[in-house]
């Protein structure tokens, strides 16, 4: 009898090894421990034992061997579990890999490349970055710039009015701001002169978006103020700039204009060394009423501003035929600079 015992138990941990999937190792759970199984015919046959202790040896081993092969099919269901489970995420794994080879840096955007850089000459030129809010009162961002009610700069086609009111402001007479010309207006609220600063940021329009505009963009602004301060000195200043960022094979020159925060108002243009002209941004005397709302004195301060947009400089720097691929995040555009 034990003999048979273990030969049926041998029996079964190999029909247990053999099973390949999860059905049939559930189908070997009946077939070997239910009632018609071998092991559970042998128990059956205990009580044609002729002594006790024979009977007791055999009940003990059919109830190892029973529980031998229970232990034995609940780690191979296991086994199969876990390998189902493998081969399940192997099935519905995703590459996510943007680039396949040896990893590498990411790099400024486009657009930071540009700020930075033009910071770096600016910087180098003397001045000193400054910034402000992005959400404004309606006064730093119009009023303070010689913008009166009624100018067409002003109104709901031109500009994002917002609801909140930041310190100072009136609710619905606050937006976000056109231009980083109020930051002009608030460091001559805080600061002595002379002052020499640059005010890089971000600015928002009503614009539509295409190929040469943006609803949002970036704007890069100077301020000189100081005494005695004349055309002349903006002149030399733009021709310096020009020559820094672009290269010594560039000039500049200033063609009459008008806005309302300088007086007298150019454009600045600059000369590739093809010859062409390429219009790149605005600039002129500080306006006195300006000067009077930054709570200077236009009798004894004088001061010129400039501005241009940061986004077309790189747009020209780089030949990007369509602003909008700068902030699409197309990776194939983007490793090019």
């Not at 010309?181 to 020499?196: A, G, H, K, W």
């Not at 971000?202 to 890069?220: C, E, K, L």
């Amino acid at each position: 009898m034990i003999d048979d015992i273990r030969a049926a138990r041998d029996a079964a941990l190999a029909l247990v090894e053999d099973a390949d999937s999860l059905e049939s190792v559930s189908a070997l759970d009946t077939q070997l421990l239910g009632k018609k199984g071998q092991l559970a015919v042998l128990k059956t046959q205990l009580g044609s034992l002729a002594t006790v202790d024979e009977k007791r040896a055999a009940g003990q081993a059919v109830n190892e061997a029973v529980q031998v092969v229970s232990t034995a099919l609940e780690h191979r269901l296991v086994e199969l579990r876990e390998a189902a489970v493998s081969l399940r995420v192997q099935a519905e794994r995703l590459d996510l890999t943007e680039y396949v080879g040896k990893p590498t840096r990411g790099h400024a955007h486009l657009v930071t490349q540009a700020w930075e850089r033009l910071e770096d000459v600016f910087i180098g030129l003397g001045f000193q970055v400054a910034e402000g809010p992005e959400v404004e009162t309606d006064w730093h961002n119009f009023e303070a710039l010689n913008m009166g009610e009624g100018h067409p700069a002003r109104g709901e086609f031109d500009t994002l009015f917002v609801d909140c009111a930041p310190a100072g402001g009136e609710p619905g007479r606050t937006v976000l701001r056109t231009h980083t010309s109020p930051v002009q207006i608030r460091t001559m609220l805080t600061q002595e002169p002379p002052i020499y600063i640059v005010a890089p940021g971000r600015v928002f329009r009503r614009d539509t978006p295409d190929a040469t505009h943006m609803p949002v963009f970036h704007q890069i602004e100077g301020l000189v103020i100081d005494r005695d301060i004349t055309m002349a000195d903006l002149a030399g200043t733009i021709e310096a700039f020009t020559k820094a960022f672009f290269g010594a094979g560039f000039t500049s020159r200033l063609r009459p204009s008008y806005f309302p925060f300088t007086e007298p108002s150019a454009e600045f243009d600059i000369q590739r060394p093809d010859g062409s002209w390429l219009e790149l941004g605005g600039c002129g005397m500080v306006h006195p009423n300006v000067l009077a709302a930054g709570g200077l004195d236009p009798e004894e301060w004088s001061g010129f501003a400039f501005g241009f947009g940061i986004d077309r400089m790189a747009v020209m720097r780089h030949q990007v035929a369509d602003i909008r691929d700068m902030y699409v995040n197309d990776i194939r555009f983007i490793e090019q600079f």
